[in-house]
Every structure is written in C-alpha cells, then in structure tokens.
C-alpha cells in the first residue's frame, strides 16, 4: 500500500504560542464536557421517564440511541465540508446554542413524541463540535505534540457522564420529594424535566467561552491556499488508505458499542439487579465514569509510546486491539458477580479498556489525512461510531433484554451478550490495519 500523501511541512516553531493552545484545549473540554452532560443525562431518568411515559426499554433506548444518532450522523458530513470551508470557531458556538436548547426542549416535552424530536434536536447541534475542535487541535499543536492535547479534549465524556451521574442525582433528590416542581411561566415540571432544564442552561456560559478562541491558520495543506477538495478526492484517498480507515472508521466503532451499551444501562443495572436507589446509583457510577474513563483516555497515549519504542508503527491499533479484548472480558463477567462492588469493578475495568485507544484513533487520524480533508475524514469517524456505537449499543441491550431474556432484572446478562459478539470483530477489524498502518507510519 502507498503511504498517505504527506501535507506541507511544519516545523515546532510555526505552531501557535504551546501556552495559548492549551488553554484552546482546555476551552474546548468544556465544550466537550458539557455536550456528554447533555446527552448522557437522559441514562439516569430511565426509571422515572420509563414510568411518567409508559414506555418500554426499546422505547427509551431510541430516545438514548437511535434518536439522537439519526441527526448527528446526518449531520456530520455537511458539518465536516463546512469545517474545512469556513470559520469553525462560529460552527462550534452555534453548536453549543442549538444543543444546549434542545436540551432545554427535553425538559419541556411532555409526551414521548415530543422527548423523541429534542433528543434529535440534541444530536444535530452536537455534531457541530468534534469534527471542529479536532481540526483545530491540529492547527493549535505539531503532530508529534498533537496526541496529549487530543488525550486532553477526549476526558471530556467522561467528565460529562460523571458530573451528568453526580449532579443529576443531587437535582433528582433535591426536587423529587416535591413531586413537582413549579416553574414561573412553565408552569408545573416533574423532576426529570427540570433536571434536563438545569443541564441544558450552562450552554449559553460555554459558547461564550468558545467565542474568546481565535481561529489558528490551517497547517498541514497539500498545497498552498485555501483549496477545499471535491468529495470525489476525498473518498479516493480513503479508498488507497481503506485498510487504515477500515481499522479506524469501523474496527473502533465495534468498541464504542461496548462503551454506549455500558454507559446506557449501568444506572439501570445497579437499580434493577441490586435494588439501589437511583440517585444512590448516579453517584458511583458518576466517579467511576469520571476516573475510569478520563484515567483510559490519558494513560493511552503513553502506552502507545512505550510499544512504539520497542519498534510497534502500529501501536495505535494493538492498543486498540488490548481494550477490545479487556473491556469485553469485564462485561462478560459482569453477570457474574453476587455483589453490587464486584459489579462495580467490572464497570470500572470496562470503562477503563474502551477509552484507551480513542485518543490515539483521533491523533493517528489527524496524521494519516490532509489538512483539507480532516473535516470530511473525521465527520465520516463520527458517523460511523455514532451508526454503530451510540445507535446499536443502547438498542443491542435491550433487544436481548426484551426478547432474549424477556426479563427487565436480565440487563446486565444482555451487555454481556452484546460484548461477546461485538469484542472479536472489533478485534478483526482492527487486525486487518496493523500492516498498512505500519507501512504509514515509517
């Protein structure tokens, strides 16, 4: 296989101010962080939203899952065209806008029919994010310095599920001994609504916040000018390097299944099959998602460094390789335990192994495709994680729990079902770009 055409050189020195970059970084965490408050809030209503609405688990995984996937993955290539056309500081900010309404909407909605349109609502405007600060990123950094700052970016939804646990159950049980609550000009609002309100309002500070980044100039062209490739180009180069995005654009999707399916039904797992209190369930699980998660995405990096010199080209995908094999260990075993704790540390492991690699999937991404094919290239990423990873991971577990099982107590025995297949064609795929990435990356 050919190596990817390599973009105009750039030395250490032609970057922006390191200093200035990471607080870009740190801005755009936020962003991130918020974006997964937004969206994984809705994983700690179950119960409450399930029982006001009279609806099934497939119905409130459409609501997790397919409702908000539809729009961001319709989303995502337009948005990655406009990302290599125009200013992607302004795409971002009306991102933030439209989500963080949309989410307001959630809290407004008072049947499931009008749930289901904010929860697509809530995915268009998240589309706007990722495929815009990852191209920034890549102008902010040099790409032998890029997969920190992406390492950094990327503890975002695992921030944002920890605090959507933790501060979702501190909202839950301040409001829900009220049964209601009254609201000036809402008029009366049932706990889960006002929780999805409170989430939604922090949008406004954090697309101000966006608006104080200034726009880098794009680095790493093929050729000189603002030249924005025709899609025909674009998919030719993915078509001669199709074994690398195979492994990258479906191989780490198969184990983000694994990381929605765990992130989805966790609360639900502790209440259901442990008989927890459902805040009491949001609070753990909101700290292991955060430290779990984040401690995946960081130490990743550094694995990848440590197989690098002992001469692996291919570290990104065996580190990949290593948490699909890891995280789908865990969730077989998560059935298995008698405690709630010997449960929690297979959810702890499991979210631990699906981060690893997602830093070095988006850095290697960045480094494999030019500058002005970037937005398109990672709008593609995000569609077809987003297809199979936050469309089939909720829905997969409730399948097998509704028709499988066809037991609601039966929901952690689903995810484990669901890790057994879905684990070895992760494996698979990821296999089948170890040589071309090699060839890539001498």
């Known amino acids: ?39 994984q809030v809705l994983n700690l209503l ?40 125009f200013n992607r500081v302004r795409i971002m900010i009306g991102g933030v806008l439209f989500w963080s309404a949309a989410t307001i909407a959630c809290g407004l909605s008072r049947n499931y029919w009008q749930l289901l349109l904010a929860r697509t609502g809530v ?43 933790i501060a979702g159950a501190e909202v839950l049980d301040f409001t829900r001994a009220a049964g209601t609550i009254e609201v000036p000009l809402l008029g009366a609002l049932a706990p889960w609504q006002f929780t999805f309100i ?40 993915m078509r001669a390097h199709r074994r690398i995005y195979i492994a990258l654009h479906l191989g780490v999707p198969f184990i983000i299944v694994m990381l929605y ?24 699980y909101g700290i292991i998602a955060l430290l779990s998660g984040s401690g995946g995405v960081l130490i990743g990096p550094s694995v990848a460094r440590l197989l690098e010199r002992r001469g692996h080209r291919d ?28 449960a929690l540390v297979c959810i702890a492991g499991a979210g631990f192994s699906v981060t690893l690699p997602l830093a070095l999937v988006t850095s290697t991404m960045q480094h494999v495709t030019p500058n002005e094919m970037r937005g398109v290239v990672n709008g593609a990423y995000v569609v077809t994680s987003n297809v199979m990873g936050l469309a089939l991971g909720p829905t997969l577990v ?19 079902l669901v890790a057994m297949v879905v684990g070895p064609i992760a494996i698979a795929l990821l296999y089948s770009g170890r040589k071309a990435l090699r060839a890539a990356s001498g």
């Open 1 to 39: 296989m050919n190596r990817p055409a390599q973009p105009q050189a750039a030395t250490v020195t032609s970057y922006p101010s390191p200093v200035y970059g990471w607080y870009v970084t740190f801005v755009l965490l936020l962003g991130f962080t918020f974006s997964f408050v937004d969206r």
């Open 46 to 85: 179950v119960e409450p939203i399930r029982a006001d609405l009279a609806i099934t688990d497939t119905q409130i995984s459409i609501l997790q899952g397919f409702a908000f996937a539809t729009t961001y993955i319709l989303a995502s290539i337009p948005i990655g065209r406009m990302v290599a056309r």
């Open 123 to 165: 995915g268009a405007g998240e589309a706007a994010l990722s495929p815009a600060a990852w191209s920034v990123l890549a102008d902010y950094f040099h790409p032998d310095r890029l997969s920190r700052p992406i390492s950094v970016y990327l503890m975002g939804p695992y921030i944002g599920a920890g605090i959507a646990m």
């Open 198 to 237: 409170a989430v939604g309002l922090p949008g406004i500070v954090i697309a101000a916040l966006i608006a104080t980044i200034h726009e880098p100039v794009r680095t790493g062209r093929k050729e000189a000018g603002h030249v924005v490739p025709p899609m025909r180009d674009v998919w030719a180069h």
């Open 261 to 284: 399916g765990l992130q989805s039904w966790t609360p639900t797992i502790m209440v259901r099959v442990f008989g927890w209190d459902l805040a009491d369930a949001g609070r753990p």
């Open 315 to 342: 570290a990104t995908l065996l580190v990949a390789m290593m948490a699909a094999a890891s995280a789908a260990l865990f969730l077989i075993a998560l059935p298995l335990q008698g405690s709630a704790n010997g």
């Open 398 to 416: 409730a399948l097998c729990t509704d028709y499988v099982f066809a037991d609601p107590s039966a929901v952690a025995r689903s995810l484990a």
